[in-house]
């Protein structure tokens, strides 16, 4: 009877979740429900396009406030310039076009109301004295064809309508002909009268010096604004220059609080933490300084002490031991030092890289060397070499051939180191970089030593602006990679 009772104990406590279920199936077949899929589906491209317009952005911050500037004066200038043409221009040129039509339609009323002279000379003297038109009276005939509309047919359009409006009567218009007369001919019942007028009588054909105003002075005051906006980018790109170059060791030079109260507090504050860093190496080095006089004098005493003493395996064991101990004490120090402290300096690399296999090939070892690119690297020459030193001998202790090849390239170094040895396990090829880590199988880094010559090493790429990756060599061993921007 336990299991009925427990099985719908259950069942009552899931019975809320499966009626929210059920009534959440409900909703989602609603008609309402499935307009709203239907048109989040039509829009959904329109997300991809907003995406990829993002993407085609701009990432810098001089060419963001560029935008961000002009596109507001732009668009403002877009919209004046449209209500400037649909509003005033084409209004201004309504009001002349209709009252060029009525001084037409004037003649029109005085020629087919009014007695004249034979040859209407009364009318076309009327026609130039008062309403300034060009009128000559025409033969009875047909209108020539019409002419070719222009492709901002404002005027031809509206003269057109107004035409149309006060006379009443079949006309042709030419406002393409002659760039300075309109020429408009009305048929009346035994004659045709042929009018010219000014351009300006009829068109608003100074509103383009608005517009040209109107840009001339957006161009001139984005100009002043793109200045004036170098001027304040200006500050933000020394601030980064400064801060990367500080992190690559390299000396920061000629660097001063500028630009805004904003950015010059940033500089300042970059200062300040330089000043803190600097001052806590000056300390940490003192320090190293004197422990390691005081070790090394400790050491050399001993060493002192052996060589007074006969030789014996037992001293000869004991010399081994202090050789080690004083090995070990480089180590630490180097490491616990760092390389802050070495200026960096113009390398002539090719000399480098054969210095060091020359030292690697005394031992016994066989190394090969290739180099392309630029020869000439600014690093710091003493902690770089000590950086090499280390991969390379670590490659000859586990390995019959090393290949040392690096390329310099657009600023770049990349150092490749290939052994045939055992090579390195996928998981630990991260963790080998961690102080004091010894390997227990396989390949242990460092047999003798202390476990510090890749975390050596990697701090000194770090110290650089760089990095070192492990993988795995085309050799069949290990594949160590320097990349520093040099």
């Not at 209500?83 to 209004?91: G, S």
């Not at 902690?383 to 390995?399: D, P, Q």
Request: glycine fraction near 6%; proline fraction near 6%; hydrophobic fraction near 45%.
């Amino acid at each position: 009877m336990a299991e009925p009772k427990r099985h719908h104990r259950l069942a009552a406590v899931f019975a809320p979740v499966r009626d929210w279920a059920a009534r959440l199936g409900a909703y989602a077949s609603h008609p309402a429900v499935r307009r709203a899929r239907r048109r989040l589906k039509r829009i959904r491209p329109f997300f991809g396009l907003s995406e990829r317009l993002m993407r085609s952005l701009p990432k810098g911050l001089y060419a963001r406030s560029i935008l961000i500037v002009v596109t507001p004066i732009v668009i403002l200038q877009a919209i004046v310039a449209y209500v400037f043409m649909e509003r005033h221009w084409a209004l201004v040129t309504e009001r002349l076009s209709a009252a060029l039509a009525a001084d037409i339609a004037a003649l029109v009323a005085i020629i087919e109301r009014y007695p004249h002279e034979e040859n209407y000379a009364d009318v076309t003297r009327l026609a130039a004295d008062t309403f300034g038109l060009t009128v000559s009276i025409l033969p009875a005939g047909p209108l020539p064809p019409p002419a070719p509309k222009p492709f901002f047919s404002l005027l031809d359009r509206t003269l057109s309508e107004k035409i149309t409006g006060y006379i009443r009567r079949p006309f042709w218009i030419d406002t393409v002909g002659n760039s300075d007369l309109v020429e408009i001919r009305i048929k009346l019942d035994e004659v045709t009268l042929r009018a010219f007028a000014p351009r300006r009588r009829a068109y608003a054909s100074n509103s383009h010096i608005f517009l040209v105003w109107m840009v001339g002075s957006a161009l001139i005051l984005l100009a002043i604004a793109l200045l004036f906006l170098r001027n304040q980018i200006r500050p933000i790109v020394a601030l980064a220059h400064a801060a990367d170059s500080l992190g690559k060791g390299r000396p920061v030079e000629d660097f001063k609080p500028r630009g805004a109260r904003e950015v010059r507090q940033a500089s300042q504050a970059f200062l300040d933490m330089r000043e803190r860093i600097e001052r806590q190496i000056q300390q940490r080095t003192t320090m190293l300084s004197g422990v390691s006089h005081d070790l090394r004098t400790i050491l050399t005493r001993f060493r002192l002490e052996l060589a007074l003493l006969p030789e014996s395996d037992e001293t000869r064991a004991m010399q081994a031991d202090i050789a080690e101990m004083s090995s070990m004490l480089e180590d630490y120090l180097a490491f616990a030092r760092g390389d802050s402290s070495e200026e960096t300096e113009a390398v002539e690399l090719p000399e480098l890289l054969d210095s060091l296999a020359d030292k690697t090939r005394r031992n016994g070892d066989k190394v090969a060397v290739r180099f392309l690119g630029e020869p000439e690297i600014h690093v710091r020459p003493m902690a770089f070499a000590r950086c090499l030193s280390n991969l390379l001998t670590n490659a000859a202790k586990y390995a019959d051939y090393v290949e040392l090849s690096a390329r310099h390239y657009d600023g770049i170094l990349e150092v490749t180191i290939d052994d045939d040895g055992p090579g390195i396990r996928d998981e630990d090829k991260e963790a080998v970089f961690r102080p004091f880590f010894r390997l227990d199988h396989a390949r242990n880094v460092d047999v003798a030593g202390t476990g510090l010559g890749l975390a050596i090493a990697r701090d000194i790429a770090r110290g650089h602006g760089g990095d070192i990756e492990l993988a795995d060599s085309p050799l069949g061993g290990l594949r160590a990679i320097v990349t520093i921007p040099a």
